[in-house]
């Protein structure tokens, strides 16, 4: 188990870094006139990162959930392609990437990495969401999986909403 919370650890540092890119790129965007939107929908979504992270050490620690191989792996393999899928998505972006939404006015869409990939639309909230469902179940917390995604997929119906009027607005 504890090696679980090593790897749950590590995902959190992973997220600092995220952190850090995304207050570089930040400065960096309202530097050249970016528009910040959906500052009410951020809150939420940091508690449920951070839910995310507790929540699989709580689950697996006081509901001893055990570790089944054949999942867990499979889990494992699934989380790390998680996080390669959104360092290439921070990469492709570069400065442009945010944890928050930020559209710098008469930039043209990013088209390169994942986004030149029609076929999918979001790929740094496709590494969000398979991250949130194979994180938790790598050690069995199948309720931490279950309530993640459910309330994820419902802040990212808000999130892409506002990101999409904020894009829209930008390049009309």
């Not at 850090?20 to 951020?42: M, P």
């Not at 972006?93 to 990495?113: A, S």
């Amino acid at each position: 188990m504890y090696w679980y919370f090593a790897l749950v650890g590590l995902v959190a540092l992973e997220r600092l870094a995220e952190l850090g890119v995304a207050r570089r790129n930040l400065a960096w965007s309202l530097a050249r006139g970016g528009v910040v939107s959906g500052r009410g929908h951020y809150p939420p979504m940091v508690v449920l990162h951070v839910g995310l992270l507790a929540a699989c050490v709580l689950e697996v620690g006081l509901a001893d959930r055990p570790f089944v191989p054949a999942l867990g792996w499979t889990m494992v393999v699934l989380t790390v392609a998680a996080q390669a899928l959104r360092w290439w998505c921070i990469t492709a972006l570069g400065p442009h990437w945010n944890t928050q939404v930020v559209v710098v006015p008469g930039v043209p869409l990013i088209r390169r990495g994942p986004y030149r990939l029609s076929w999918l639309r979001h790929p740094n909230y496709v590494a969000v969401a398979v991250e949130g469902a194979a994180l938790p179940l790598v050690h069995g917390a199948w309720i931490t999986a279950l309530g993640f995604t459910g309330l994820n997929a419902a802040l990212m119906v808000v999130r892409i909403r506002c990101e999409s009027a904020a894009l829209s607005a930008a390049t009309a």
